[in-house]
């Protein structure tokens, strides 16, 4: 037969077991966290890459007109 598990002992082993769950749940909780950081940061920076290339293309579609009056400055004179 095992030797007979005093009280405290029990209860040291299951406050031991519930410092271990405490310490597993807040590692998941973290690694969600830092998901939901890395989401947010991938979101922000597709916006950012959308503003960057709308703004590129406003600009050639400048430079284009540019050239064009240019052409036709050129032509006139």
């Known amino acids: 037969m095992p030797a007979k598990i005093s009280r405290n002992s029990w209860k040291n082993r ?3 077991r519930k410092r ?11 690694l969600a966290n830092s998901r939901k ?5 991938t ?14 293309s406003e600009q050639q579609k400048i430079i284009k007109n ?5 052409k ?6």
């Open 43 to 56: 979101l922000e920076l597709r916006a950012e890459k959308k503003e960057f290339e709308k703004n590129i």
């Open 37 to 41: 950081k890395w989401r947010n940061q």
């Open 72 to 77: 036709c400055n050129s032509k006139k004179n």
């Open 20 to 30: 271990e769950i405490d310490k597993q749940k807040i590692a998941i909780r973290d």
């Open 66 to 70: 540019l050239e064009l009056k240019q």
């Open 14 to 16: 299951a406050l031991k």
